[in-house]
């Protein structure tokens, strides 16, 4: 029997989507599950986004350019001004989302063996990413207990060799919500000068920064602007998660010409998901804004809300909407699972992330699970006290 690829092998599963069949197992039992375990936004997509897809008046669904229609690319340049970052049309790349961003970022600008620092816990799919590409990622610990700040410029430099490529964040950061300082961001910079680097910056989430300090992209910091692979999806900020729409943005000319070899490999990005990202920029402020003040009012209840359950402690995210906490549980993907097959409170439970899938060190977040604030208020309070019921029954709790 033929054997599949070491890069089969080494794919990692997803720690987002791997407790799924769990999950449907419960479901068919009757057990409702409320899931606290993946990004996927509950609020409405923008009107004029589904309009535009009802009134599609074409004959034929062709193809698209394989950098995507210029018309949703000279719209985005005024979407990005609005955020201090000037582009050019051309310095945008429509992609399948923001994955096929990440992945054609690496293909194009990473060779087998080359090394890339990720600050983690991490997303876990740019590992599978990476490993596509054939590159290989090196972490820089961030702790729970200093908040998930970055560590000292020596941790990076102590990874850095004649194989380190680049670095790469996500700024507001998926999973720990994360938001980077200007004095992080300068750190970040001045290594990617003076060892000559790319810097890819996932922004995905920068709608949903909720302090008063200025949001810091990739895009603006001086002296780097050859160096910065910008990633970008419609996905969260406009509930559109399944239109498989996202961008990839340099300055880099031989970066683009790279990126639009595989663009035009896959021949083109989504035709009507376009259609609907081109028309979700018309949407009215007040959508960005409702959407904004929602997602402050839940995360002040997940957050308020875990650190009231004995033994939880979760630090406020100022970005993104995500947390990770710390569980009092031997085993957090023991826990997780338990809590699929073996519980619930009134015939409900609680589905979580287990935060070690988003770590490569060994043994790292053991006791954490990542918890995405993307319920209404009222099913998180239930959320949160079903966990608080869990964590009461749990045979492997710790405290």
């Not at 200007?182 to 970040?188: A, H």
Request: proline share 6%; charged share 25%; net charge negative.
């Amino acid at each position: 029997m033929p054997q599949i690829s070491n890069r089969g092998q080494e794919m990692p599963q997803s720690p987002i989507r791997k407790l799924a069949p769990l999950a449907e197992d419960a479901k068919a039992r009757g057990v409702k599950v409320y899931h606290l375990n993946i990004g996927q936004p509950d609020l409405p997509t923008p009107k004029a986004a589904l309009e535009a897809i009802r009134h599609i008046d074409r004959t034929v669904l062709e193809y698209s350019p394989s950098q995507g229609y210029r018309s949703y690319r000279e719209k985005l340049v005024g979407y990005y001004k609005k955020y201090h970052i000037n582009l050019d049309a051309d310095d945008i790349i429509i992609t399948t989302g923001g994955s096929e961003a990440v992945l054609f970022a690496f293909m194009s600008c990473l060779n087998p063996g080359d090394e890339i620092i990720v600050p983690e816990p991490a997303y876990a799919n740019y590992m599978a990413f990476a490993i596509s590409a054939g590159a290989v990622i090196r972490t820089v610990t961030t702790t729970i207990e200093e908040g998930f700040s970055l560590p000292k410029v020596e941790k990076f430099e102590e990874l850095i060799n004649e194989r380190t490529k680049g670095i790469l964040i996500c700024n507001p950061n998926n999973p720990t919500g994360y938001l980077y300082t200007r004095r992080e961001m300068n750190q970040i910079r001045d290594l990617v000068k003076k060892y000559d680097l790319f810097l890819f910056s996932d922004e995905v989430y920068r709608e949903f920064i909720y302090t008063g300090s200025p949001y810091i992209s990739a895009c603006h910091l001086e002296g780097i602007e050859q160096n910065v692979v910008l990633i970008d999806s419609v996905s969260k900020r406009y509930s559109e998660c399944g239109i498989r729409i996202g961008a990839l943005i340099t300055k880099n000319e031989e970066v683009k010409s790279a990126v639009m070899k595989f663009c035009q490999a896959r021949l083109s990005p989504p035709l009507i998901g376009q259609i609907a990202a081109e028309a979700s920029l018309d949407e009215p402020e007040e959508y960005s804004r409702e959407t904004y003040d929602e997602y402050v009012e839940r995360r002040k209840c997940l957050i308020d809300g875990l650190n009231r359950i004995p033994g939880v402690y979760s630090p406020i995210p100022m970005g993104a909407f995500y947390t990770v906490a710390r569980l009092p549980v031997d085993d957090c993907e023991k826990f997780c699972a338990w809590c699929l097959t073996d519980f619930n409170y009134e015939g409900e439970t609680v589905m979580m992330a287990p935060a070690s899938g988003f770590y490569t060190t060994p043994g790292a977040g053991k006791d954490e699970a990542r918890l995405a604030y993307v319920l209404k208020k009222e099913d998180l309070v239930r959320a949160l006290f079903i966990l608080r019921k869990a964590l009461e029954a749990y045979p492997g709790r710790t405290e």
